[in-house]
């Protein structure tokens, strides 16, 4: 179905042609009809003088019927009768030759297609009033019938020609807002995952030079130059994995030469269970306390959906070590539980701090992230505050699962690390 505004183009371009059409015309007519009223003027002859007034009475109703297209149709079509109905009975066909057909034409291009055939069956009962007042004037029907017919024809095609056009200038421009649309989401998901990249890593970097250069213990500043190290290490990996599915040509791999799926976009690097191993391992290099909970089942899950998983978790571990006081005690559970998989990370907030809930709708970018990612599988992401923790909670259906897979019975076993 056309929208208002594809219906108002389609509009717009057949009046600008009607336009065009109805200047030319226009001109031609008052020019013919300038030549009729000097040639009246002229006349001597009383009884030649009295006919051709008559016939240029009739003409000047025609033209005044086709000026009357610049106003309102309507009362175009309403002249046009009245001229038609004195053509009828004074013989005066001239004008009619040109104006009638134009007319037809016109109305069928410019108006309804209701309104344009009630108009022709109009002048389709000219001829019958021809016939009726004046049956010896039958020869001029032989004219004035295949031109009308050629122009109510000739408008149809003209007008399904525009709606042809207008549709397929529509279908373009549908086709330049997906394809814009596509680029501006391929463009936020880059930025996503550039600052689930970046973030995580350079702020566990910052807070390990933090710590070894005020500890002033060389066993402490060795251990977070080893965490360093091997944090950004594992960053140069991310950034040259997302670096090459960026490129058109080649596969993506990684810092160490090994092949990544670049379809999966790197995603069988982020499992979520490898994950709370890693994440919880850096929370307590930090000083956090971590408990963790991982249902080894999610290793079931399609891999587009682990890497979301991860990503939320690395931006909430994040969160952590940015906000977090330093010994505050944290948790990380991974779990099946009924018809959800979740992820919840947890940490124990500052007594200062009081709970509020969080809307993830006008805060950083990472909550944003985070939210659009649960959004892409059909679940759910919430942060706030509950009972003097703030919770960090990313829920899925359980039907992403590969294959069926029964809830376990008892929850997995608590670690603490």
Same mark, same amino acid.
């Given at each position: ?12 371009? !057949? ?14 007519? $008052?020019?013919? %009809?300038?030549?009729?009223? @000097? ?7 009383? $009884? ?31 002249? !046009? ?6 053509? $009828?009975?004074? =013989? ?55 031109? @009308? ?25 549908? %086709?330049?807002?997906?394809? /814009? ?22 702020? @566990? ?34 950034? /040259?994995?997302? #670096? ?37 391992? /850096? ?40 906000? $977090? ?27 200062? @701090? ?11 970018? +990472? ?5 659009? /990612? ?10 706030? =505050? ?9 829920? #899925? ?5 590969? +294959? ?6 008892? %929850? ?6």
């Amino acid at each position: 179905m056309n929208s208002p505004i594809t219906v108002a183009a389609k509009e717009q371009s !057949s009046s600008s042609l009607g336009r065009k059409i109805l200047l030319v015309a226009s001109g031609f007519v $008052a020019l013919l %009809l300038g030549t009729d009223i @000097v040639t009246l003027l002229n006349e001597t002859d009383p $009884a030649l003088f009295v006919s051709f007034a008559k016939a240029v009475a009739v003409n000047a109703t025609f033209a005044l019927a086709l000026g009357l297209l610049w106003v309102r149709t309507r009362y175009a079509v309403i002249v !046009s009768i009245v001229a038609m109905t004195l053509a $009828a009975f004074t =013989g005066a066909y001239l004008y009619s030759l040109l104006i009638i057909p134009l007319l037809v034409g016109l109305v069928t291009l410019t108006e309804t297609r209701k309104f344009s055939l009630r108009y022709l069956c109009i002048t389709g009962l000219w001829p019958i009033l021809i016939i009726v007042v004046r049956s010896y004037d039958v020869g001029f029907l032989i004219i004035i019938i295949p031109l @009308v017919a050629a122009a109510y024809f000739i408008a149809i095609f003209v007008r399904k020609f525009q709606e042809q056009r207008e549709a397929d200038r529509e279908r373009i421009e549908e %086709l330049r807002r997906k394809q /814009r649309e596509a680029v501006e989401a391929e463009r936020k998901a880059i930025a996503r995952d550039l600052h689930d990249i970046v973030a995580h890593d350079i702020t @566990v970097i910052s807070m390990q030079a933090k710590a070894a250069g005020f500890s002033g213990d060389p066993a402490v500043a060795q251990a977070a130059l080893k965490v360093i190290g091997a944090t950004s290490k594992e960053a140069l990996q991310d950034l /040259r994995v997302l #670096l090459n599915v960026l490129r058109s040509d080649g596969q993506a791999t990684r810092l160490d030469g090994s092949i990544v799926d670049k379809a999966g976009n790197a995603a069988s690097s982020l499992e979520i269970l490898i994950g709370v191993e890693i994440f919880a391992e /850096r929370l307590v290099d930090l000083g956090h306390p971590t408990k963790t909970m991982a249902d080894p089942k999610l290793a079931g899950l399609p891999q587009s959906a682990q890497a979301a998983l991860y990503r939320v978790l690395q931006e909430s571990t994040t969160n952590i070590v940015k906000h $977090a006081e330093r010994d505050a005690p944290c948790r990380i559970e991974a779990l099946i539980v009924g018809d959800r998989v979740w992820l919840e990370v947890a940490n124990k907030l500052p007594g200062r @701090v009081i709970d509020q809930g969080f809307d993830n709708g006008g805060h950083s970018s +990472g909550i944003v992230g985070m939210a659009d /990612r649960m959004a892409a599988f059909g679940g759910t992401l919430s942060a706030q =505050g509950v009972r003097g923790d703030w919770v960090v909670r990313a829920e #899925l259906p359980a039907k992403i699962l590969d +294959g069926a897979h029964q809830v376990p019975e008892e %929850l997995p076993e608590v670690q603490d690390l």
